[in-house]
């Protein structure tokens, strides 16, 4: 049921905003990517006390439809006059004889039908639609998806399923992003509905970890340490969340449970820097960066601080290790070993030892795509030191995307879990406090999801809580 | 043998220190001797005289006998046989038995005079006033000024290029007399402690400043320790961009805040 054309779309996506580096083009010409499939969503109506929740509805579906940057979203001036809210509703068109003999058949429309559509001028691929009733005073959502260019009824029925929420507003936002979810899963997108961010924020009056919604909704604060807590990071499972903290002893590690809020138990080495961790894919090692021999280097020990090993043994400053969730064993990371820091790679035993960049500019930031081979990062190469941009870069190709071309500052880049989006930082020119925004792989759709206080080094936890 | 005839030879020393540590000694208040507690028993005791019967002075005391400088003292005397009695310090005529408060501001000697047609008798008592000047405070254990205060008074911060951990040639002048500060703090408190603290300018990311400033506090301090400076005096500690002294976005800024700074520690 899966539908093709959408993998080869998002690999467009990724190719669109993609030039080979060699060609030393930044900002230079980006392929267009080519079209998404058009999407048109009906406004879904309630029976009785369920259409006073129609609006919220309406909006969220539409909403987390258009975000994923899967689909493109046809306007709704464009549809027919005839709204189907089931499959009965469609009626197959009849032919009869013609008026004026010699004519061709004539085709009499008999209510509404798929070619209605997928012709002009809505000229849709595909058509989300249903209604919503109040039975045993919840809400009640059966939704649908066509793809309106198969010739029955039968064959373009993709999704006809029921969803039940409660009803107020919280339940038709529930039931909308599950439909929402199962119809972008046909597109091989996954939804970031339930997901958390995690970011710094010094709106309390210190800098400490706080967690929102992926759409910015439900901003909390996470810690409270009143010194300096950053450098935020999520387990595998969403489980726990690591960030460091300047004590009295120096900066250390701290990993707190996501439910309790609790500090859990982490053993930090004995030195001055401790920062930057990550929680290995595996799920059972830490890796960060910490002073060792004068120099802040790349370590690993188990979850709780035990076992430590050391993977660089150089005498340049590194930090950042981010590893790669597919194959949990090659590990991006900032190094200064060639001069001005850099993006490289090694394995997680600290051998293979790669440069990703080319040495021109500062590198900041990297992040894996969950499919293991796109990455993205903040280098500042074209722009002056410190005007950090975001690029995008297919590791095995080494192809490279700029999607943010200054504004400022824009820094951070950590992809969503459906692997289209990015969360980032941008700092204005000028401007003393960052703000988080998210935006798609090709620097689309640009989405402010703060505005109090400065916010900075979101990462996106995978885990839907 | 030979210690034996040290110590010897050091106690002769003690001993002669100590007789010419009391020649120099300061000279004693005078303290007019009390009476003998027998005396008034003794007067007592003797048959009374025959008349006209003569002047006699049953008791004069002071209590208490030392008083620092502002606190009182009660004299109380008992006069038998006269009713023109006298206290000198101006305090003039007093009756047969009483008590006075007095508030000697230096040791003085009260005296009481009574007086019966030719006989008259007089006793003295003498109150002692201590310290007449206020003692001087405790002995401080280290300098007036604290090392703090001097090392943040004396103490230059030294600089740093972008991106960069070197010490520079004005960073080495530098931290030479920084070297010769902490050396005269620790020669005066040998347990003083000193953080270098490594800041970055705003440019670089929040991670590798991070490090850098981490960086730039372990060459100062590598530095320091190089010109003699004992190194479990010295931590280190990042602060990467997060404590700017300035916030202009200009060269002349940045500069200010890529340093290495001497603070005392916590």
């Not at chain 1, 009143?226 to 900066?251: E, Q, R, Y």
């Not at chain 2, 000024?145 to 943040?152: A, R, T």
């Not at chain 2, 730039?216 to 961009?241: N, Y």
């Amino acid at each position: 049921m899966k539908i093709k054309l959408i993998l080869a779309s998002l690999t467009a996506l990724a190719a669109g905003a993609i030039f080979v580096l060699g060609q030393d083009k930044i900002g230079g010409e980006i392929i267009k990517p080519k079209g998404n499939p058009k999407m048109a969503v009906i406004d879904f109506r309630g029976g009785g006390d369920a259409q006073k929740f129609m609006t919220t509805f309406n909006t969220t579906l539409w909403d987390e439809l258009k975000n994923s940057g899967a689909l493109e979203m046809v306007g709704k001036a464009f549809y027919p006059l005839e709204i189907p809210q089931q499959p009965q509703d469609f009626k197959p068109p009849t032919t009869a004889a013609p008026l004026r003999r010699g004519d061709p058949p004539r085709v009499v429309k008999n209510g509404p039908w798929l070619t209605d559509w997928s012709g002009p001028p809505t000229n849709t691929n595909f058509l989300t639609f249903g209604y919503t009733a109040v039975q045993d005073g919840r809400l009640l959502l059966r939704g649908f998806l066509f793809n309106v260019g198969q010739p029955d009824v039968t064959s373009a029925n993709l999704i006809g399923k029921l969803y039940v929420g409660s009803l107020d507003d919280d339940g038709a936002k529930k039931v909308a992003r599950e439909f929402a979810a199962d119809i972008l899963q046909q597109f091989g997108m996954k939804s970031l509905s339930g997901t958390k961010i995690y970011f710094v924020s010094d709106r309390s009056g210190n800098k400490e970890i706080w967690s929102m919604d992926y759409d910015g909704s439900n901003q909390k604060q996470m810690t409270n340490y009143k010194t300096i807590s950053k450098d935020p990071a999520v387990s595998p499972d969403g489980k726990m969340f690591a960030f460091h903290t300047l004590t009295k002893t120096g900066w250390q590690i701290m990993v707190h449970s996501v439910e309790t809020g609790k500090k859990l138990p982490f053993y930090n080495m004995v030195t001055s820097t401790i920062e930057t961790p990550e929680f290995a894919p595996d799920g059972q090692h830490m890796l960060f960066s910490a002073t060792v021999d004068g120099w802040l280097q790349i370590c690993m020990t188990d979850l709780n601080g035990g076992n430590l090993v050391r993977l660089s043994h150089v005498h340049a400053l590194e930090v950042s290790p981010k590893v790669n969730p597919k194959t949990k064993r090659d590990v991006l990371f900032i190094s200064g070993r060639s001069g001005i820091e850099q993006l490289w790679k090694m394995s997680i035993d600290g051998g293979e030892v790669e440069r990703i960049t080319n040495g021109e500019g500062y590198v900041a930031n990297p992040s894996w795509n969950p499919n293991g081979q796109m990455i993205a990062f903040a280098w500042t190469r074209g722009f002056e030191p410190g005007a950090y941009n975001i690029f995008v870069m297919n590791l095995a190709s080494k192809e490279l995307g700029q999607l943010t071309s200054s504004a400022g500052k824009n820094e951070s880049p950590f992809w969503a879990p459906d692997g289209a989006h990015l969360v980032y930082q941008n700092t204005p020119t000028h401007g003393r406090t960052a703000q988080i925004y998210t935006m798609l792989a090709d620097g689309k759709n640009q989405q402010k999801l703060t505005t109090q206080g400065d916010n900075t080094q979101p990462v996106w936890s995978n885990a839907i809580n | 043998m030979r210690n034996l005839s040290r110590t010897l030879g050091s106690v002769v020393f003690a001993a002669a220190l100590m007789i010419s540590a009391a020649g120099c000694k300061k000279k004693a208040p005078i303290v007019n001797t009390p009476p003998p507690t027998s005396a008034p028993a003794r007067t007592t005791n003797e048959p009374p005289p025959s008349a006209p019967l003569a002047v006699r002075i049953n008791s004069f005391t002071g209590e208490p006998r030392s008083i620092e400088r502002g606190q009182s003292a009660t004299l109380r005397w008992s006069v038998g046989n006269s009713t023109d009695i006298s206290l000198d310090q101006n305090l003039g005529a007093v009756a047969a038995n009483g008590t006075r408060q007095v508030f000697p501001s230096q040791t003085t000697t009260y005296t009481l005079t009574a007086r019966s047609g030719a006989t008259q008798d007089t006793r003295s008592v003498t109150i002692e006033v201590n310290s007449s000047v206020p003692p001087p405070p405790p002995r401080p254990t280290g300098p007036t000024v604290s090392p703090g205060e001097i090392l943040g008074r004396d103490a230059q911060d030294v600089y740093f290029d972008y991106d960069k951990n070197d010490i520079r040639a004005d960073g080495r002048s530098t931290l030479t007399k920084d070297a010769d500060v902490i050396k005269r703090i620790l020669s005066a408190d040998p347990g003083f402690t000193i953080v270098i603290e490594g800041h970055c300018d705003e440019r670089g990311s929040e991670e590798y400043n991070l490090a850098l400033g981490d960086r730039r506090a372990i060459a100062v301090k590598e530095f320091l320790v190089q010109l003699g400076v004992p190194e479990d005096r010295l931590k280190t500690i990042s602060f990467g961009k997060e404590r700017p002294v300035c916030t202009d976005q200009d060269e002349a800024c940045y500069q200010r805040n890529r340093r290495g700074h001497l603070a005392p520690a916590q």
